[in-house]
């Protein structure tokens, strides 16, 4: 049974807990989210665009409050969960701003007729979403599929509660009717009887690739839609003319922001042979220098991990692999004190034949390639199961253009670290999932494309 609490990271405290909702709770929640989209999609969009604008206004206003409660939940430092807010606020400001156009009817040439395409919402949506950036994850779902004229039923990460009814919390206060956006404290046995409801129309999860593809098979049986956001483990590429000292600042920012805890982290940094050395003693000591510590403190860049567990995971396989022969350049110990704290770590020498080469390491550990040239850098990048994104760090923007089309990714960085925009679509191939969020992308997912044709007098 999934236990739905806040267990303070910094200090491993359990500092609330809540009930997981009844059979008979998950049903009274699928139905009023049913009965309010037979109303909501006849809401004009800009009417449902007004309800994100006030959504995005509560985040502002409420912001410090909201960052605080994540700090607690997942150990996020106060400055970065700040950041989030102001990220999430953009979101819903964006398709408040631009949706309703994206939402016009399109018109069809056709001989002897008229006709036109109509998007119209599907649907509830089930949305199931990740601990490590709380409010931005449920954002880029809920308000693109809100302005369609979906309705949300959202089952967020266990560790993240408090987070999650501090969201529904806005939505009433914003003015969103009954069942238009309802949390809910499922069971993994109620979310696989949710995705078998045929009032569900569609499932958005973004998490592991194990509960991704739990999910996708669960969904492809009862013919739902899914869009999937998994695992990442994205390359930085440093090529030999790259700007070093922007490279290692990027490589910094791109690994080790949010405690390494992200999708598109920067997680296997390849380094073209003539500047791998420079590059290597100056990352090094960038990654000394990583203020790790109390996450309210505003020059922490650097809290504990979300979980013990997942300390425990992640040195798991830094063991491993020094045990096979790869190289500990710094770090790789938890810290000496209460609480998930892990020591900002670099490896070198990693081979194909150890776990992590091919393993996504979730968490403040960064690996090292050295590449002969070009195409070896290129090669390994590739040589993954998963196609999340990659960055690219050259003086010649042009020539890195090129090369992104090399790249088997969603989405390609130059010469910046790894993020996340309200109007850049975000997804990526392999085992990093399917479909696309934010953007006008985001917009197209979870759509009917109803055509309508009118057959011309005579």
């Known amino acids: 049974m999934i236990s739905y609490q ?14 997981t909702a009844s059979d008979a709770e998950i049903h009274q929640a699928l139905e009023g989210a049913h009965a309010a989209w037979k109303s909501w999609r006849t809401v004009a969009p800009e009417e449902r665009a007004a309800l994100l604008t006030r959504v995005a206004d509560l985040h502002h206003q409420r912001r410090e409050e909201l960052a605080d409660i994540i700090v607690r939940e997942m150990g996020k430092p106060k400055a970065q969960a700040l950041g989030e807010l102001s990220v999430v606020v953009d979101i819903y400001r964006y398709y408040a701003d631009n949706g309703p156009a994206w939402l016009a009817p399109e018109a069809i040439t056709t001989a002897g007729a008229t006709a036109q395409v109509r998007k119209q919402g599907l649907g509830v949506l089930l949305g199931i979403m990740p601990w490590n950036f709380p409010y931005y994850q449920v954002a880029r779902f809920a308000a693109p599929n809100l302005l369609n004229g979906n309705t ?89 003319d790259a700007d070093l000292e922007q490279a290692v600042t990027h490589a910094i920012q791109g690994r080790f922001g949010n405690c390494g805890q992200a999708c598109n982290a920067a997680k296997r940094i390849i380094v073209e042979d003539a500047v791998y050395d420079a590059f290597l003693a100056a990352f090094e000591q960038g990654i000394q220098s990583i203020k790790v510590g109390n996450p309210m403190a505003d020059d922490t860049v650097m809290g504990p991990m979300s979980s013990e ?98 790249l088997e990714v969603g989405m390609v960085h130059i010469n910046e670290p790894p993020g996340s925009e309200a109007e850049l679509p975000f997804g990526g191939v392999k085992r990093s999932g399917f479909g696309r969020e934010l953007g006008r992308a985001g917009m197209d997912e979870f759509v009917n494309r109803q055509m309508v044709k009118v057959a011309r007098p005579g």
């Open 152 to 240: 949300i039923l959202l089952k967020h990460a266990p560790q993240c509660p408090e987070s999650a009814q501090a969201i529904e919390q806005i939505f009433r206060d914003a003015g969103a009717a009954q069942g238009l956006y309802t949390n809910i404290f499922a069971s993994n046995e109620q979310v696989s009887e949710l995705i078998e409801d045929p009032r569900v129309l569609g499932v958005s999860l973004t998490g592991s690739e194990r509960a991704g593809a739990a999910v996708a098979e669960q969904a492809g049986r009862h013919l739902k839609k899914v869009v999937l956001e998994l695992g990442g483990s994205d390359p930085f590429l440093v090529l030999a």
């Open 309 to 406: 567990q997942a300390l425990r995971n992640l040195d798991g396989q830094v063991q491993d692999a020094i045990s096979q022969g790869a190289r500990l350049v710094t770090g790789g110990k938890r810290l000496d004190q209460p609480g998930a704290w892990y020591a900002p770590t670099l490896l070198v020498d990693v081979t194909p034949d150890m776990r992590i080469f091919h393993e996504e390491l979730f968490g403040p550990v960064a690996v090292v390639y050295r590449a002969s040239d070009l195409e070896e850098a290129i090669a390994l990048a590739n040589d993954s199961q998963y196609g999340l994104g990659a960055v690219i760090q050259t003086t010649d923007p042009v020539r890195a253009q090129a090369l992104a089309d090399r």
């Open 6 to 19: 806040v267990t303070n990271p910094a200090t491993g405290e359990v500092e609330s807990t809540y009930a």
